[in-house]
């Protein structure tokens, strides 16, 4: 996290942008494409995305990477303990860990529904249980706490020109889409830890089931029926998309740049996948770096240009009171409508 980035967020506590700047440090090293993409918005609100993604790489960690002699009964204790720490962070506003402090701290600045976090770590624990899924519903069930809700978290982040309520649905649909390209890139991944997230009935619809990915993987042979399978699990997500695409005009104008850089490169994956024969079994599709410069550059531009917009755009006079800013708690950060000037 940069002392500029803390700045601009009115984070001045030593403690809470220790906190911070650790948040920030696991979603560089997890989350490259989102990463990227939340360079793009304005200074002041990078520091609530880190917590909240650094929160869920954290959770995620304990799921699949607590480390490879860890039992399940050593990951539910970590993800229990977890749980614990982030009901007594929201409810007090502080933590003795940092990063449920920055949590809890972006939580009351931009005031975000607690149940995106209890939805969160339900679909944390199933983790820990749940192996494969009958049908796309329960699968979309699961990703209503593990995608979806992360989407929400981070709407009040990114301000709306809508009311929220509004832009909510296609916030979750962007969440869920991203997932879902995770899920195909990983698929291979995933299914060395012993889950399977493509649907049971897409893959009978294919005439393919979990032994024919496990014999794919571990003989690194290719399936036609497989083949199918992640051709049509990228077209659902691509149907997911465009659900979620209204939404961008939604957002906040300077939070725009971000959030489309995010789906281009999220989308990019599933043409790196497609262009590499639906191999994600056996290795990992990757966008090239060409490729993630030009839309970043891209991405720059339209900052720019909304930037650019926004300090034409005519202000109305405001009243003496109205003028004298409202007092925020120590360490709060400025409302959303300060942060893009």
């Not at 966008?287 to 410069?293: D, I, N, T, Y």
Request: proline share 6%; with cysteine.
């Amino acid at each position: 996290m940069t002392a500029r980035e803390l700045d601009a967020a009115g984070i001045t506590d030593p403690v809470l942008r220790d906190a911070y700047t650790h948040c920030r440090r696991l979603n560089a090293r997890h989350g490259r494409t989102y990463f990227l993409a939340t360079r793009l918005l304005p200074p002041s609100r990078r520091p609530a995305v880190h917590a909240l993604y650094g929160f869920a790489r954290w959770a995620d960690d304990i799921v699949d990477d607590l480390g490879s002699d860890a039992c399940p009964a050593e990951r539910r204790a970590a993800l229990t303990r977890l749980q614990g720490q982030l009901e007594r962070g929201l409810r007090h506003g502080r933590s003795s860990e940092p990063v449920v402090r920055a949590l809890a701290h972006t939580t009351a600045a931009y005031r975000i529904d607690h149940r995106h976090f209890s939805d969160f770590m339900a679909s944390m624990r199933s983790d820990l249980e749940v192996t494969e899924y009958r049908t796309y519903a329960e699968l979309r069930a699961y990703m209503h706490g593990s995608a979806a809700a992360i989407g929400l978290q981070m709407l009040p982040v990114l301000g709306t020109v809508v009311p929220r309520e509004e832009a909510a649905p296609h916030a979750a649909a962007l969440g869920v889409a991203f997932q879902l390209t995770n899920f195909l890139r990983d698929v291979g991944e995933d299914l060395e830890r012993g889950r399977v997230y493509l649907p049971a009935d897409l893959l009978r619809a294919h005439g393919a089931d979990r032994a024919l990915l496990e014999w794919s993987r571990t003989t690194g042979r290719r399936d036609r029926r497989i083949t199918a399978v992640l051709s049509s699990a990228a077209d659902l997500t691509r149907d997911v998309y465009r659900q979620a695409a209204p939404g961008l005009a939604m957002l906040d104008p300077v939070s725009r740049p971000c959030i489309r850089t995010a789906a281009v490169l999220y989308g990019a994956i599933l043409d790196a996948v497609a262009a590499d024969g639906y191999a994600a079994l056996h290795r990992r599709a990757v966008v090239s770096r060409r490729r993630r410069a030009a839309v970043a550059l891209d991405g720059l531009l339209r900052v720019g240009a909304a930037r650019l917009r926004a300090d034409r755009t005519p202000r109305p006079p405001r009243s003496p009171a109205a003028a004298r800013p409202a007092k925020r708690p120590a360490g709060a950060p400025p409302s959303p409508a300060a942060a893009s000037t």
